[in-house]
């Protein structure tokens, strides 16, 4: 063989080998780009695990073409490949961690959603029948009048009431009526207690104490001394 026709084909062999290292790192590349989509796609979930294999394959079938010719190349392009997959393998399972992560979290998030519109309504509704404290009084005196079995006899008479004390607390309104005989009535008049609901409901009732006709209220009690001094005094 003449040297002109060795040179051709040590050309045409060192062509050959440029080209298969050629393509080899493009295949490479390209097996590369998958992993980093893979990585991508454990950020933000874009790709899908479909399109991550048929990537890594075509890769690989592009390695396993282009490095045919030559067995070392070949084992290398294989190594080359396993370690891909190993990475591709993991960031898969990246990417199953992070989607079960959000997807309880998303979970987490409707839960207390639903937590929160459920408290919400519960204070709309109680904001809509809740009471003022001037109908709290009113109230109390129409159940009294209304429920007199609890005054024992004095209920046979005809009784008047009136409202002597009104409070708001944090849950209940506390309201004192006193009720006596109606007409003249120099005696101490009755007294009860009544808790109630913010939205009018009657939560306790008690009887204090019955009219008493034959001892004068307390502040008239006071004024009677006062008034027998000024008279000894005049």
């Known amino acids: 063989m003449g040297h002109g026709c060795v040179e051709v084909v040590m ?11 050629r393509s080899l790192a493009a295949a490479l590349l390209t ?3 998958g992993v ?11 790709p899908t695990e479909g ?3 048929a990537a890594a394959g075509a890769a690989i079938s592009a390695v396993s073409s282009a490095t045919s010719g030559g067995s070392v190349e070949l084992e290398l392009a294989q190594q080359q490949v396993g370690t ?20 309880t979290a998303q979970a987490q998030v409707n839960k207390s959603e639903e937590q929160l519109r459920s408290e919400l309504m519960v204070q709309i509704e109680e904001e809509i029948n809740r009471i003022s404290l001037e109908r709290a009084r009113l ?6 009048q209304q429920n007199q079995d609890v005054y024992g006899d004095v209920a046979t008479q005809q009784l008047v009431w ?15 009526i006193h009720y006596q005989p109606f007409g003249v009535f120099e005696g101490t008049p009755g007294l009860e207690e009544f808790i109630m609901e913010k939205d009018g409901t009657i939560a306790f009732r008690q009887v204090v104490s019955q009219p008493d006709a034959t001892s004068a209220p307390a502040a008239q009690a ?13």
Do not use: M
Not at 139 to 144: G, L, P, S
Not at 164 to 173: C, N, P
Not at 222 to 234: D, I, L, N, T
């Open 139 to 144: 109230q109390a005196v129409q159940y009294a």
């Open 36 to 46: 980093v989509l893979t990585g991508c796609g454990a950020i933000g979930g874009a």
């Open 162 to 176: 009136e409202v002597t004390s009104a409070q708001e607390q944090e849950e209940f309104y506390y309201v004192e």
């Open 11 to 21: 050309r045409t062999r060192w062509i050959g080998i440029s080209r298969a290292r």
């Open 222 to 234: 006071e004024q009677e001394p006062s008034e027998e001094a000024a008279k000894k005094e005049g």
């Open 51 to 53: 399109d991550l294999e």
């Open 31 to 33: 097996v590369g780009a």
């Open 84 to 103: 891909l997959e190993n990475q591709l393998s993991g960031f898969k399972d990246e990417l199953k961690t992070t989607r079960e992560a959000l997807a």
